[in-house]
């Protein structure tokens, strides 16, 4: 799946695939940001935190929704760049274990240039019963489709 700018449409629902989060995952980013709040380490900790268990780093699960933009709404031939987040926000915790995925609407579209345009994304980050952990606005430079 390889899709253009001009492949989008304002309104359209995408969903993609899932993720499924391990301890592992918290391991191997703690070792590249030192992110090592003992909510995300420390079981005994996490048992008098307000989520009751180990939570995935909201960094992280921003990171693995990053992916699933690549893997499933843009794809790796077009050339595209993060242009950024304009909302971020966790509703609730992704725990080790959780899958997430997302429900991806088109909100606006505009142009940037003539090689790339602006894709607005409104993302429902959803684990695996459904429940939405985090929604995010994003925007998507996105190539043209070459004339």
Do not use: C
Not at 35 to 56: L, N, R
Not at 59 to 69: K, M, P, R, W
Not at 106 to 117: L, S, T
Request: no cysteine.
């Amino acid at each position: 799946m390889e899709r253009y700018w001009e492949d989008y449409v304002v309104g359209e629902v995408l969903t993609t695939t899932g993720r499924t989060l391990s301890d592992a995952d918290i391991r191997l980013f703690i070792g590249a940001t030192d992110a090592t709040h003992p909510a995300h380490v420390d079981a005994e900790y996490s048992k008098q935190h307000p989520f009751g268990a180990i939570v995935v780093q909201g960094a992280l699960t921003v990171g693995v929704v990053d992916g699933l933009v690549v893997k499933s709404l843009v794809g790796s031939r077009v050339q595209i760049g993060h242009y950024g987040y304009d909302r971020i926000r966790f509703l609730q915790p992704v725990r080790v274990g959780d899958t997430i995925s997302m429900v991806a609407t088109v909100a606006e579209m505009r142009e940037r240039n003539e090689r790339f345009g602006l894709v607005v994304f409104d993302y429902d980050v959803r684990n695996q019963h459904g429940a939405t952990v985090a929604v995010i606005r994003d925007i998507q430079m996105i190539e043209r489709r070459r004339a």
